[in-house]
């Protein structure tokens, strides 16, 4: 057997800094730390925090008044900071750069009047964040494929923007866009493309693994949207793909006349899980594991300055 690596997978700098701010937030403060949702969409990345005393809670009504509260990389609404400020708790942001750039182009266009369309899926965490930061929910609306185009009303098709969550499928984005700009002419949207340079790389690398391989697996939580998108987009190209949470999930079978694999991992995914796929797929069939480059990364972000 032989295993192509793609060549970036894994950690963004946005997950990287989600990551460090709960670790020096303990480390500063000590446990316990509470985090609302899960800092970043992993199972593994999850379990490890608990263990340093990271309390992971649904809302902000189950932290106690006054203590430490740290929002999650993919966002939360104006009333979810209004909330925890309220209850007099300590906050540190770990949302995503990235992310809060669409949340400052959100809050421009509900000042402006703007009527405004998110392209995103329904009832992840980023969506409903970015959705939290228009003042008159009735003016934003949430589109997720075609359909969702075919059925939109808007009051004034001459005042219409629209963003996107950062973690989509280029692809279907793009053909969403396509779909809007027929139907409403005049809308306008970000300068740049708002999916984060992270989402569009890691796709990029699985269409480089999609010629040469056979089976494609990506490491990933069954709730992370960028890990999704490798494993559809991999299917889209023809090539049958995985999504793994670990080792622990990989069937024998799957490898039975396959030659080439390929392994990739979402933006929230440790190495230390890649290793372990390696390692098992070694004891199905001896590996030689080739590195596939497509992009080099080297964008970091800072942590607040408290934490420094």
């Given at each position: ?36 949702h ?18 992971f ?11 430490i ?29 990235l ?27 980023e ?7 228009f003042e ?13 185009v075919?059925?939109?009303?808007i009051?004034e ?8 969550q ?20 005049e ?14 790389n ?21 709730n ?18 995985y ?43 001896p ?6 480059m ?15």
């Amino acid at each position: 057997m032989e295993i192509f690596l793609a060549n970036p997978r894994g950690f963004c700098a946005g997950v990287d800094r989600a990551i460090e701010i709960v670790n020096q937030a303990i480390k500063k403060f000590g446990a316990p730390i509470y985090v609302r949702h899960e800092v970043v969409h992993n199972r593994t990345v999850v379990a490890e925090l608990k263990t340093k005393g990271a309390i992971f809670v649904d809302e902000v009504e189950d932290v106690p008044s006054g203590a430490i509260i740290i929002f999650s990389a993919h966002g939360v609404s104006k009333a979810v900071r209004k909330e925890a400020e309220e209850k007099d708790l300590t906050i540190f942001d770990a949302t995503c750069p990235l992310v809060t750039k669409v949340h400052n182009e959100v809050k421009r266009f509900s000042k402006e009047k703007r009527e405004t369309i998110l392209i995103g899926h329904a009832g992840h965490p980023e969506v409903e964040g970015t959705l939290g930061q228009f003042e008159d929910p009735s003016r934003i609306h949430l589109v997720g494929d075609l359909s969702d185009v075919k059925a939109l009303k808007i009051k004034e098709s001459n005042a219409v923007s629209y963003v996107t969550q950062t973690t989509l499928s280029v692809e279907d984005t793009a053909e969403v866009i396509n779909a809007l700009r027929v139907k409403l002419p005049e809308i306008t949207g970000p300068k740049k493309d708002d999916i984060c340079y992270a989402t569009q790389n890691r796709q990029d690398a699985i269409r480089a693994l999609t010629e040469s391989c056979e089976l494609i697996l990506v490491v990933g939580s069954v709730n992370s949207s960028n890990s999704n998108r490798l494993r559809e987009l991999s299917e889209r190209l023809g090539v049958p793909s995985y999504l793994i949470d670990s080792q622990d999930e990989i069937e024998d079978a799957w490898f039975d006349g396959v030659e080439k694999v390929g392994l990739s991992s979402g933006a929230s995914a440790p190495e230390t899980l890649v290793k372990g796929v390696i390692e098992r797929l070694n004891r199905i069939s001896p590996a030689e594991v080739t590195n596939v480059m497509t992009h080099v990364e080297n964008i970091a972000f800072s942590l607040p300055k408290e934490l420094r």
